[in-house]
């Protein structure tokens, strides 16, 4: 595995879901930064070390610097049954930590965005992503029983 194959990768993402910074973060709300690979899918990983990645674009989130931040933290130092275990109350942590006025506002500009966006499909785009926020907002249900 190489680097230039996991950027690649990273480059072929970009195209199909484009830029992170086009999304709200999928955890907090705020604007997105970077897609990150959730770990989640290890019946697909390529690669090894640091370039470990999943040619499944619906294994990604758009994260924040701060959640990507929180997200790199507890993959470092938890097994991969601890994360996904671990992730519903980190991404409900971040979640409460962003006013509902700034997570509104966040999701009209990243629409507007994805809207006039060069070779944006939002047919191709939009259930994949509506797909991930209906999944995490499961997974944040059945962990917290609300």
């Given at each position: 595995?190489?680097?230039?194959?996991?950027?690649?990768?990273?480059?072929?993402?970009?195209?199909?879901?484009?830029?992170?910074?086009?999304?709200?973060?999928?955890?907090?709300?705020?604007?997105?930064?970077?897609?990150?690979?959730?770990?989640?899918?290890?019946?697909?990983?390529?690669?090894?070390?640091?370039f470990v990645y999943a040619e499944d674009t619906s294994a990604y989130a758009p994260l924040c610097n701060r959640c990507?931040?929180?997200?790199?933290?507890?993959?470092?130092?938890?097994?991969?049954?601890?994360?996904?275990?671990?992730?519903?109350?980190?991404?409900?942590?971040?979640?409460?930590?962003?006013?509902?006025?700034?997570r509104a506002e966040v999701i009209a500009e990243t629409a507007r965005r994805r809207e006039t966006a060069p070779g944006?499909?939002?047919?191709?785009?939009?259930?994949?992503?509506?797909?991930?926020?209906?999944?995490?907002?499961?997974?944040?249900?059945?962990?917290?029983?609300?």
């Amino acid at each position: 595995m190489s680097e230039a194959t996991y950027k690649d990768w990273h480059r072929t993402l970009r195209r199909f879901k484009l830029s992170a910074e086009h999304y709200p973060c999928g955890w907090c709300g705020d604007s997105a930064a970077r897609w990150v690979y959730l770990h989640n899918r290890p019946d697909i990983e390529r690669g090894a070390g640091q370039f470990v990645y999943a040619e499944d674009t619906s294994a990604y989130a758009p994260l924040c610097n701060r959640c990507a931040g929180t997200f790199r933290a507890a993959r470092t130092r938890l097994s991969r049954d601890e994360l996904a275990k671990a992730v519903p109350a980190l991404a409900l942590a971040a979640h409460e930590g962003i006013s509902d006025y700034t997570r509104a506002e966040v999701i009209a500009e990243t629409a507007r965005r994805r809207e006039t966006a060069p070779g944006f499909n939002s047919v191709e785009t939009a259930k994949p992503f509506a797909d991930a926020v209906r999944a995490t907002d499961a997974l944040l249900r059945q962990a917290y029983g609300a």
